[in-house]
Protein backbone atom coordinates (compact mmCIF):
# COMPACT_ATOMS: atom_id res chain seq x y z
CA UNK A 1 0.00 0.00 0.00
CA UNK A 2 1.40 3.52 -0.84
CA UNK A 3 1.06 5.92 2.22
CA UNK A 4 1.89 8.63 2.90
CA UNK A 5 2.26 10.12 6.20
CA UNK A 6 1.86 14.37 6.23
CA UNK A 7 3.71 15.23 10.24
CA UNK A 8 5.73 12.99 11.55
CA UNK A 9 5.31 13.56 14.97
CA UNK A 10 4.93 11.04 17.77
CA UNK A 11 1.62 9.56 16.20
CA UNK A 12 2.00 9.81 12.69
CA UNK A 13 5.63 8.59 13.20
CA UNK A 14 4.65 5.49 15.27
CA UNK A 15 1.96 4.53 12.87
CA UNK A 16 3.70 5.34 9.56
CA UNK A 17 7.37 3.46 11.20
CA UNK A 18 5.04 0.06 12.05
CA UNK A 19 3.57 0.42 8.42
CA UNK A 20 6.98 1.18 6.79
CA UNK A 21 8.40 -1.93 9.46
CA UNK A 22 5.20 -4.42 7.68
CA UNK A 23 6.69 -3.58 4.40
CA UNK A 24 4.01 -0.92 2.89
CA UNK A 25 5.40 2.24 0.86
CA UNK A 26 5.77 4.52 3.43
CA UNK A 27 6.48 8.64 2.95
CA UNK A 28 7.35 10.67 5.76
CA UNK A 29 6.60 14.33 5.23
CA UNK A 30 8.59 16.24 7.82
CA UNK A 31 10.20 19.47 8.17
CA UNK A 32 13.70 21.15 9.89
CA UNK A 33 15.71 18.97 12.03
CA UNK A 34 13.26 16.53 11.88
CA UNK A 35 13.51 15.75 8.19
CA UNK A 36 17.29 15.57 8.39
CA UNK A 37 17.45 13.47 11.00
CA UNK A 38 14.69 11.33 8.97
CA UNK A 39 16.80 11.81 5.65
CA UNK A 40 20.58 10.95 7.66
CA UNK A 41 19.71 8.92 10.23
CA UNK A 42 16.70 7.08 9.30
CA UNK A 43 13.47 6.87 12.30
CA UNK A 44 14.39 5.21 15.20
CA UNK A 45 11.40 3.67 17.59
CA UNK A 46 11.70 2.87 20.96
CA UNK A 47 8.44 0.68 21.58
CA UNK A 48 7.24 -1.27 24.36
CA UNK A 49 6.07 -3.54 21.57
CA UNK A 50 9.52 -3.86 20.10
CA UNK A 51 12.19 -1.15 19.20
CA UNK A 52 13.05 -1.06 15.69
CA UNK A 53 15.41 1.30 13.45
CA UNK A 54 13.99 2.56 9.90
CA UNK A 55 17.15 3.47 8.01
CA UNK A 56 16.77 4.13 4.89
CA UNK A 57 13.10 5.58 5.12
CA UNK A 58 11.90 7.73 2.73
CA UNK A 59 11.39 11.57 3.85
CA UNK A 60 11.18 14.68 1.68
CA UNK A 61 9.34 18.47 2.99
CA UNK A 62 7.35 18.57 -0.57
CA UNK A 63 4.34 16.54 -0.80
CA UNK A 64 4.40 17.28 -4.92
CA UNK A 65 7.60 14.65 -4.67
CA UNK A 66 4.85 11.86 -3.70
CA UNK A 67 2.21 12.68 -5.67
CA UNK A 68 -1.08 10.29 -5.48
CA UNK A 69 -1.11 7.70 -2.91
CA UNK A 70 -3.58 5.19 -1.35
CA UNK A 71 -3.50 6.52 2.34
CA UNK A 72 -2.68 9.73 3.62
CA UNK A 73 -2.62 9.60 7.61
CA UNK A 74 -2.12 13.27 8.68
CA UNK A 75 -0.14 13.22 11.78
CA UNK A 76 -0.09 16.85 13.04
CA UNK A 77 -2.02 18.13 15.83
CA UNK A 78 -5.51 20.29 15.10
CA UNK A 79 -4.34 23.16 14.85
CA UNK A 80 -1.38 22.84 12.23
CA UNK A 81 -4.57 20.84 9.97
CA UNK A 82 -5.57 24.26 8.17
CA UNK A 83 -1.56 25.07 6.94
CA UNK A 84 -1.19 21.82 5.53
CA UNK A 85 -4.67 21.37 3.34
CA UNK A 86 -2.83 22.54 0.42
CA UNK A 87 -0.24 20.57 -0.02
CA UNK A 88 -2.27 17.19 1.06
CA UNK A 89 -4.55 18.06 -2.01
CA UNK A 90 -1.19 16.82 -3.98
CA UNK A 91 -1.54 13.65 -2.16
CA UNK A 92 -4.84 12.67 -3.19
CA UNK A 93 -6.46 10.94 -6.54
CA UNK A 94 -9.85 9.72 -7.15
CA UNK A 95 -9.53 6.49 -4.73
CA UNK A 96 -7.33 8.01 -2.09
CA UNK A 97 -8.38 7.88 1.29
CA UNK A 98 -6.93 10.44 4.47
CA UNK A 99 -7.21 8.50 8.01
CA UNK A 100 -7.38 11.09 10.50
CA UNK A 101 -5.58 10.21 13.97
CA UNK A 102 -6.45 13.88 15.81
CA UNK A 103 -7.94 14.08 19.18
CA UNK A 104 -10.96 16.10 18.73
CA UNK A 105 -14.20 15.55 17.02
CA UNK A 106 -13.95 18.02 13.60
CA UNK A 107 -10.71 16.88 12.39
CA UNK A 108 -12.22 14.96 9.72
CA UNK A 109 -14.50 17.85 8.65
CA UNK A 110 -11.31 20.03 8.53
CA UNK A 111 -9.87 18.19 5.88
CA UNK A 112 -13.45 17.12 4.43
CA UNK A 113 -14.17 20.78 3.76
CA UNK A 114 -10.74 21.43 1.81
CA UNK A 115 -10.31 18.32 -0.22
CA UNK A 116 -13.87 16.33 -0.24
CA UNK A 117 -15.83 14.71 2.97
CA UNK A 118 -15.42 11.38 0.44
CA UNK A 119 -12.08 10.93 0.98
CA UNK A 120 -12.04 10.86 4.74
CA UNK A 121 -12.36 7.94 6.97
CA UNK A 122 -12.14 8.99 10.79
CA UNK A 123 -9.82 6.80 12.90
CA UNK A 124 -9.06 7.06 16.92
CA UNK A 125 -5.85 6.23 18.18
CA UNK A 126 -4.88 5.56 21.64
CA UNK A 127 -1.16 5.77 22.94
CA UNK A 128 1.28 7.55 24.68
CA UNK A 129 4.06 8.46 22.14
CA UNK A 130 6.36 11.42 22.47
CA UNK A 131 9.15 12.50 19.91
CA UNK A 132 11.96 13.06 21.89
CA UNK A 133 14.58 14.09 19.68
CA UNK A 134 14.54 14.56 15.68
CA UNK A 135 13.88 11.27 14.15
CA UNK A 136 13.50 9.31 17.41
CA UNK A 137 10.13 8.14 18.96
CA UNK A 138 9.45 6.81 22.07
CA UNK A 139 6.56 4.53 22.44
CA UNK A 140 5.35 3.89 26.45
CA UNK A 141 2.33 2.25 28.04
CA UNK A 142 0.73 -0.75 26.46
CA UNK A 143 -0.93 -1.32 23.09
CA UNK A 144 -1.14 1.47 20.18
CA UNK A 145 -4.91 1.20 19.53
CA UNK A 146 -6.30 2.42 16.05
CA UNK A 147 -9.92 2.55 15.64
CA UNK A 148 -11.28 3.66 12.52
CA UNK A 149 -14.96 3.72 10.51
CA UNK A 150 -17.01 5.71 8.20
CA UNK A 151 -18.13 8.61 8.94
CA UNK A 152 -22.15 6.89 8.01
CA UNK A 153 -20.87 4.07 9.72
CA UNK A 154 -21.21 1.96 6.38
CA UNK A 155 -18.51 -1.08 6.19
CA UNK A 156 -17.04 -0.38 2.54
CA UNK A 157 -14.85 -2.26 1.14
CA UNK A 158 -12.00 0.59 1.76
CA UNK A 159 -12.16 0.85 4.87
CA UNK A 160 -12.23 -3.17 5.51
CA UNK A 161 -8.85 -2.74 3.56
CA UNK A 162 -7.81 -0.24 5.68
CA UNK A 163 -8.52 -2.38 8.79
CA UNK A 164 -7.40 -5.13 7.83
CA UNK A 165 -3.70 -3.60 6.86
CA UNK A 166 -3.88 -2.30 10.17
CA UNK A 167 -4.45 -5.75 12.30
CA UNK A 168 -1.97 -7.14 10.22
CA UNK A 169 0.98 -4.86 11.05
CA UNK A 170 2.84 -5.53 14.29
CA UNK A 171 2.78 -3.19 16.84
CA UNK A 172 -0.86 -1.48 16.46
CA UNK A 173 -4.09 -3.19 17.63
CA UNK A 174 -6.65 -2.41 14.75
CA UNK A 175 -10.74 -1.81 15.46
CA UNK A 176 -13.31 -1.05 13.40
CA UNK A 177 -16.68 0.93 13.83
CA UNK A 178 -20.00 1.38 12.61
CA UNK A 179 -20.69 4.23 14.79
CA UNK A 180 -17.07 6.91 15.12
CA UNK A 181 -19.12 9.52 15.64
CA UNK A 182 -20.18 8.46 19.22
CA UNK A 183 -16.24 6.77 19.54
CA UNK A 184 -14.95 10.05 18.98
CA UNK A 185 -17.27 11.76 21.48
CA UNK A 186 -15.93 9.26 23.79
CA UNK A 187 -12.51 9.98 23.55
CA UNK A 188 -12.94 13.35 23.65
CA UNK A 189 -14.76 12.80 27.08
CA UNK A 190 -11.43 11.29 28.12
CA UNK A 191 -8.92 12.76 26.53
CA UNK A 192 -10.31 16.59 27.63
CA UNK A 193 -10.91 15.49 31.27
CA UNK A 194 -7.74 13.73 31.63
CA UNK A 195 -5.72 16.62 29.71
CA UNK A 196 -7.76 19.62 31.23
CA UNK A 197 -7.51 18.37 34.85
CA UNK A 198 -4.02 17.55 34.02
CA UNK A 199 -3.12 20.38 33.02
CA UNK A 200 -3.88 22.73 35.44
CA UNK A 201 -3.07 20.63 38.82
CA UNK A 202 0.22 19.78 36.37
CA UNK A 203 0.13 16.29 38.01
CA UNK A 204 -0.09 13.02 36.19
CA UNK A 205 -2.97 11.01 36.48
CA UNK A 206 -2.15 8.59 39.36
CA UNK A 207 -2.19 11.74 41.74
CA UNK A 208 -5.33 13.10 40.01
CA UNK A 209 -7.67 9.87 40.80
CA UNK A 210 -5.90 9.92 44.26
CA UNK A 211 -6.89 12.99 45.63
CA UNK A 212 -10.49 12.97 46.17
CA UNK A 213 -10.36 16.59 44.93
CA UNK A 214 -9.29 16.07 41.87
CA UNK A 215 -11.08 13.06 41.13
CA UNK A 216 -14.00 15.13 41.91
CA UNK A 217 -13.21 17.42 38.84
CA UNK A 218 -12.33 14.47 36.48
CA UNK A 219 -15.55 12.88 37.23
CA UNK A 220 -17.50 16.79 36.79
CA UNK A 221 -15.43 17.39 33.55
CA UNK A 222 -16.55 13.90 32.54
CA UNK A 223 -20.18 14.09 33.30
CA UNK A 224 -20.41 17.85 31.59
CA UNK A 225 -18.68 16.39 27.83
CA UNK A 226 -21.14 13.39 28.29
CA UNK A 227 -24.40 16.20 28.42
CA UNK A 228 -22.86 17.96 25.77
CA UNK A 229 -22.10 15.11 23.49
CA UNK A 230 -25.97 14.30 23.85
CA UNK A 231 -27.07 17.75 23.01
CA UNK A 232 -25.04 17.01 19.48
CA UNK A 233 -26.53 14.08 19.02
CA UNK A 234 -23.98 11.41 20.41
CA UNK A 235 -25.37 10.33 23.72
CA UNK A 236 -22.85 7.70 25.30
CA UNK A 237 -23.13 4.72 27.11
CA UNK A 238 -24.41 5.13 30.40
CA UNK A 239 -21.39 3.70 31.90
CA UNK A 240 -18.94 6.42 30.43
CA UNK A 241 -17.69 7.95 33.32
CA UNK A 242 -16.78 4.32 35.09
CA UNK A 243 -15.32 3.43 31.50
CA UNK A 244 -13.06 6.46 31.66
CA UNK A 245 -12.64 5.99 35.08
CA UNK A 246 -11.15 2.81 34.48
CA UNK A 247 -9.19 3.60 31.69
CA UNK A 248 -7.12 5.82 33.96
CA UNK A 249 -6.48 3.56 36.69
CA UNK A 250 -5.06 1.22 34.15
CA UNK A 251 -2.43 4.25 33.09
CA UNK A 252 0.89 4.17 34.71
CA UNK A 253 0.82 6.69 37.81
CA UNK A 254 2.92 9.33 36.29
CA UNK A 255 1.05 8.85 32.93
CA UNK A 256 -0.01 12.48 31.41
CA UNK A 257 -2.06 13.34 27.88
CA UNK A 258 -0.46 14.93 25.27
CA UNK A 259 -2.15 18.09 26.25
CA UNK A 260 -1.16 17.87 29.33
CA UNK A 261 2.38 17.60 27.98
CA UNK A 262 2.52 20.36 25.36
CA UNK A 263 0.66 23.02 28.17
CA UNK A 264 3.62 21.94 30.33
CA UNK A 265 6.34 22.81 27.78
CA UNK A 266 4.73 26.04 27.51
CA UNK A 267 4.24 24.77 23.91
CA UNK A 268 1.26 25.81 21.90
CA UNK A 269 -1.46 22.96 22.99
CA UNK A 270 -4.92 21.88 21.64
CA UNK A 271 -7.02 23.78 23.97
CA UNK A 272 -9.40 24.81 21.76
CA UNK A 273 -10.15 21.67 19.99
CA UNK A 274 -10.47 20.38 23.13
CA UNK A 275 -11.93 22.06 26.16
CA UNK A 276 -12.78 25.04 23.90
CA UNK A 277 -15.07 22.79 21.31
CA UNK A 278 -16.69 21.38 24.77
CA UNK A 279 -17.49 25.27 26.04
CA UNK A 280 -18.11 26.50 22.82
CA UNK A 281 -20.94 23.64 22.13
CA UNK A 282 -21.96 23.82 25.91
CA UNK A 283 -22.93 27.30 25.44
CA UNK A 284 -24.30 26.87 22.26
CA UNK A 285 -27.08 24.20 23.57
CA UNK A 286 -27.47 26.00 27.44
CA UNK A 287 -25.73 22.54 28.65
CA UNK A 288 -23.67 24.00 32.26
CA UNK A 289 -20.48 23.19 32.19
CA UNK A 290 -18.60 24.74 34.64
CA UNK A 291 -15.66 22.83 35.10
CA UNK A 292 -14.37 22.73 31.77
CA UNK A 293 -15.13 26.68 31.68
CA UNK A 294 -13.20 27.29 34.25
CA UNK A 295 -10.12 24.97 32.99
CA UNK A 296 -10.43 26.98 30.00
CA UNK A 297 -10.14 30.00 31.40
CA UNK A 298 -7.14 29.07 33.66
CA UNK A 299 -5.11 27.78 30.40
CA UNK A 300 -6.42 30.57 28.58
CA UNK A 301 -3.44 32.97 29.43
CA UNK A 302 -0.13 30.51 28.89
CA UNK A 303 -2.07 29.29 26.04
CA UNK A 304 -1.96 33.31 23.97
CA UNK A 305 1.41 33.48 25.72
CA UNK A 306 2.70 30.35 23.81
CA UNK A 307 0.71 31.38 20.31
CA UNK A 308 2.82 34.93 20.99
CA UNK A 309 -0.94 36.61 21.62
CA UNK A 310 -0.14 37.98 24.67
CA UNK A 311 3.54 38.37 26.63
CA UNK A 312 4.19 38.33 30.05
CA UNK A 313 7.35 37.23 32.15
CA UNK A 314 7.09 36.65 35.93
N1 LIG B 1 1.25 11.84 21.40
C1 LIG B 1 0.32 10.98 21.73
O1 LIG B 1 0.59 10.05 22.50
C2 LIG B 1 -1.08 11.09 21.19
C3 LIG B 1 -1.47 12.13 20.35
N2 LIG B 1 -2.72 12.11 19.78
C4 LIG B 1 -3.13 13.14 18.83
O2 LIG B 1 -2.38 12.97 17.63
C5 LIG B 1 -2.22 14.23 16.97
C6 LIG B 1 -0.73 14.44 16.68
O3 LIG B 1 -0.07 14.59 17.93
P1 LIG B 1 1.47 14.25 18.15
O4 LIG B 1 1.92 13.21 17.22
O5 LIG B 1 1.64 14.05 19.61
O6 LIG B 1 2.13 15.65 17.74
P2 LIG B 1 3.66 15.97 17.40
O7 LIG B 1 3.86 17.41 17.69
O8 LIG B 1 4.56 14.98 18.06
O9 LIG B 1 3.73 15.71 15.84
C7 LIG B 1 3.27 16.62 14.88
C8 LIG B 1 4.35 16.68 13.81
O10 LIG B 1 3.83 17.32 12.67
C9 LIG B 1 4.84 18.21 12.21
N3 LIG B 1 4.28 19.26 11.38
C10 LIG B 1 3.41 20.22 11.73
N4 LIG B 1 3.13 21.02 10.70
C11 LIG B 1 3.89 20.57 9.66
C12 LIG B 1 4.09 21.00 8.34
N5 LIG B 1 3.44 22.07 7.85
N6 LIG B 1 4.94 20.32 7.54
C13 LIG B 1 5.61 19.25 8.02
N7 LIG B 1 5.47 18.78 9.28
C14 LIG B 1 4.62 19.44 10.09
C15 LIG B 1 5.44 18.76 13.48
O11 LIG B 1 6.66 19.40 13.20
P3 LIG B 1 7.11 20.70 14.07
O12 LIG B 1 7.62 20.16 15.36
O13 LIG B 1 8.14 21.32 13.20
O14 LIG B 1 5.88 21.56 14.25
C16 LIG B 1 5.58 17.47 14.28
O15 LIG B 1 6.74 16.76 13.96
C17 LIG B 1 -2.80 15.28 17.90
O16 LIG B 1 -4.10 15.62 17.49
C18 LIG B 1 -2.85 14.57 19.27
O17 LIG B 1 -3.89 15.04 20.08
C19 LIG B 1 -3.61 11.09 20.01
C20 LIG B 1 -3.27 10.05 20.84
C21 LIG B 1 -2.01 10.00 21.54
C1 LIG C 1 -5.57 9.01 25.60
C2 LIG C 1 -4.21 9.55 25.46
C3 LIG C 1 -3.82 10.09 26.79
C4 LIG C 1 -3.37 8.39 25.05
O1 LIG C 1 -3.86 7.86 23.86
C5 LIG C 1 -4.16 10.59 24.37
O2 LIG C 1 -4.95 10.54 23.47
C6 LIG C 1 -3.16 11.67 24.33
O3 LIG C 1 -2.16 11.64 25.06
O4 LIG C 1 -3.34 12.56 23.48
Given at each position: MRIAVYGTGAVGGYYGGRLAQAGHDVTFIARGENLRALQTNGLRIDSTLGDFHLNPVKAVSDPAEIGGVDVVIPGVKTWQLPPILPGMAKLVGPETIIVTVQNGVDSHLVIGEALGHEHVIAGITRLFS?????GHIVHGGGAAQFLIGELDGSLTPRVQRFYETLKATHGITAELTTDIQTELWAKLVMITSFGGVGSVTRAPIGVLLSVPQTRALLEGSIREIAAVAASQGHPLAADVLEKSLAFFKGQPYLGTSSLQRDVMAGKRSELDSLIGTVVRLAHEKNVPAPVNETIYAALLPTELKARGELEFTI
Open positions: TLVEP
